[in-house]
């Protein structure tokens, strides 16, 4: 059975960082893609970026609205990706998903319960 | 960037009946390469279609997506009283990839 569990997620003030991980199971992990996305309270989903397999070359694709700010990283020898938040912004609260990006496209098969990250002083 | 635009934003609907939701895009969706999901409150999204058309494993054939291009539905043949929640579509033949702002299907 495929499993995402996030964690990390918590309360922190504009201008400061988080970071989130994601442990999978249950597949091959090295084999996928990876993703994060989003959720603001009451709002729909945004994709926050990807990150690629090893074979190739662990690219890094990310939204206009994170660009600079968020990195994703993986380790495959722990089946984790992780999301390095900085410069937080109040308009970075949201539900965090991590998701497995699918073996046939680049939309999502498999999501992770989520992770709260609220940005207020 | 292409963005998704999906109607109605509510949908109110009896069990038993037919639903159809729409998801167009702003420019033509490589491929036709757009994915459909259902969120459920409190829950993480759920896979329904992929490639405008294909289920997902386990999903129901209640469920069936279609249309090219522009236009693309999901069609809920006989709505259930689980299926009253709320759908994103989404594209992936472009870069970003983006979401539509989801329609909620509510109990009439």
């Known amino acids: 059975e495929v499993q995402l569990v996030e964690s990390g997620g918590g309360l922190v003030q504009p201008g400061g960082s988080l970071r989130l991980s994601c442990v999978a199971s249950g597949f091959t992990f090295s084999d996928h893609y990876m993703a994060w996305v989003r959720q603001a309270p009451g709002k729909g989903l945004e994709w926050v970026g990807r990150i690629r397999n090893k074979a190739n070359s662990y690219i890094t694709e990310y939204a206009a609205s994170v660009k600079g700010r968020f990195t994703i990283s993986r380790d495959d020898s722990k089946n984790s990706q992780y999301l390095q938040m900085n410069s937080l912004k109040s308009e970075d609260t949201a539900v965090y998903y991590c998701?497995?990006?699918?073996?046939?496209?680049?939309?999502?098969?498999?999501w992770g319960q989520g992770a709260l990250v609220a940005v207020s002083s | 960037e292409i963005v998704l635009t999906q109607s109605p934003g509510t949908l109110s609907m009896s069990p038993g009946e037919r639903a159809t939701l729409s998801c167009r895009a702003s420019e033509r969706v490589a491929g036709d390469y757009l994915a459909w999901y259902q969120q459920k409150s409190g829950q993480a999204p759920r896979l329904l279609i992929y490639d405008a058309s294909i289920r997902a494993t386990g999903i129901p054939d209640r469920f069936s997506g279609s249309g090219s291009g522009t236009d693309f539905t999901l069609t809920i043949s006989r709505l259930e009283l689980e299926d009253f929640t709320v759908y994103y579509c989404q594209q992936y033949g472009g870069s970003p990839l983006t979401f539509g702002g989801g329609t909620k299907v509510e109990i009439k």
């Open positions: 998701a497995r990006v699918s073996d046939y496209g680049s939309f999502f098969d498999f």
